[in-house]
């Protein structure tokens, strides 16, 4: 018998597995943009929406100047910034305390949400995504699965977790606040360390934009969470606040973290925008956070914190999104047509070309638009490549795109010059 725990040999063979996909990332992560500032056109956003009430806003034409360099494929990478806490949780012994872990990540998938008041690039049907950071130890994948109404299906792999799910988000103008309304289920497969592994999910709450008429907008983001250990029982019950009317209401989360058998067993609380705390409260809840701790016999835990937000990075956005765009002489040989970074509307917004980036916007739709053309006359229906959509979950009962996980495979044979991406 070998001495190695189970868990460990497994996620040996993984990130040997994982670490094949590397290949083009050898020169680290990009700190910087080209640009020093942005420079956009200041135009008032009610302005331009007022005529918009009652709309969704994938039927919205806005000025490119109302864009970010991201698309929605990126928005959903972003949510890969805290994954150690996911490495966190899966070496925990106790389940509960993976949960605290588990939703601590979920809740963490909204601090890069401040100030972000752009919209991002709407992606072609079929445009993909990679991304993989060899010093975290994963890889993250996403295709967009349909057009209208928009839907991306994401599978992320680490040597002890899988994250995947599908992006789809309603959307609607309120004259009052611009409300979004994700639908998809998202799922994690936690490997633990006695050598089994979890299901987790959960769904993601309501953003919205809130300060429009009086030009001072903001995103918010609000809204029961529940975080579900499917093979334990366990569940999370997290409440985001919606910001309230006083200065330091944004951001509030509160919740508890409840047994199979319906005992509370943690509490959790703290804000989105900045750290989230979590309680051992055996039989009852509480209130948690620093302030409240004094003297406690269980004292709070500091589950997770938001990295710093340097001032002064273009679009305001994060460190961690700086690094999605980029694009690395070794990574270009290895990436297909599809991929995102090869978008040139988005490269031109990114470098300040504002005028460019509207002209390839509108080429780049064309095209989709002329493909589209092209199936309909053909008789054809639109097919993901990777991704399939099945109708149940095998544990959860609930339609999910199932990866094929032949995206890795062929770009390990282009990458080794024994195919191209097109055969
Ligand atoms: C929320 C979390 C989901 C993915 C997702 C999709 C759409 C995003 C939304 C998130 C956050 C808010 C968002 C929205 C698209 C547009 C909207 C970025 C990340 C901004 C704030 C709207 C700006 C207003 C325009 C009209 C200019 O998993």
Redesign the pocket.
């Known amino acids: 018998a070998s001495l190695v725990p189970v868990q460990r040999q497994d996620t040996n063979v993984r990130a040997q597995e994982i670490a094949k996909s590397f290949r083009g990332y050898e020169d680290g992560i990009r700190k910087k943009l080209k640009l020093d500032a942005d420079n956009r056109p200041k135009v008032s ?1 009610w302005g331009i ?1 007022k005529s918009m009430i009652g709309k969704d ?1 994938t039927r ?1 034409t ?1 000025p490119v100047s ?1 864009n970010e360099p991201t698309s ?1 494929l990126y ?2 990478v ?2 890969m910034e805290y994954t150690d806490l996911l490495d966190i949780a899966a070496d925990r012994q106790d389940s509960t305390e993976r949960l605290v872990y588990v939703a601590g990540f979920a809740a963490s ?2 601090a890069s ?1 401040i100030g ?5 690039f709407n992606p072609l049907l079929g445009e993909t995504y990679e991304y993989c950071r060899p010093d975290l130890g994963y890889r993250f994948f996403i295709e967009q699965v349909s057009h209208h109404p928009p839907v991306g299906a994401a599978y992320a792999e680490s040597p002890k977790w899988d994250y995947y799910g599908e ?1 789809a ?1 309603k ?1 609607k ?1 309120y004259g009052k606040s ?1 409300e ?1 309304n ?1 639908l998809g289920t998202w799922f994690l497969n936690l490997r633990t360390p006695d050598g089994g592994s979890e299901l987790y999910t959960w769904k ?1 709450v309501t ?1 919205s ?1 809130v300060g429009i008429i009086t030009g001072n ?1 903001t ?1 918010d ?1 609000y809204g029961p969470m529940e975080v579900k250990n499917w093979t334990t029982g366990d569940v999370c019950y997290l409440d985001f606040k919606a910001k309230g009317w006083k200065a330091n209401s944004a951001g509030q989360v509160t919740g508890k973290i409840v047994d199979a058998a319906g005992r509370t067993c943690w509490s959790v609380g703290g804000r989105w925008n900045d750290k989230i705390y979590a309680r051992l409260t055996p039989g009852y809840e509480a209130d948690v956070g620093a302030a409240s701790d004094a003297g406690n016999k269980n004292p709070a835990i500091l589950v997770w914190e938001a990295h710093p937000r340097p001032t002064g990075i273009p679009f305001n956005i994060t460190p961690f999104v700086v690094t999605l765009n980029d694009l690395p002489d070794r990574l270009r040989p290895v990436l297909p047509p599809t991929d995102s970074r090869l978008r040139p509307d988005q490269r031109a917004m990114e470098e300040g070309e504002y005028d460019f980036a509207a002209v390839e916007k509108t080429r780049v739709e064309e095209g989709q638009r002329a493909r589209r053309r092209m199936r309909e006359e053909r008789g054809e229906e639109f097919e993901p490549r990777w991704f399939r959509k099945e109708a149940r979950h095998p544990v959860t009962g609930e339609p999910y795109w199932l990866f094929n996980h032949q995206y890795w495979k062929v770009r390990d044979e282009v990458a080794d010059g024994k195919r191209t991406w097109r055969e």
Do not use: Q
């Open positions: 956003l929406l806003m919205m806005l109302f929605l928005r959903v972003e949510d998938e909204y949400t972000r008041v752009a919209k991002p992006s988000v959307s103008f611009f979004f994700p993601k953003s934009v907008p995103v983001n």
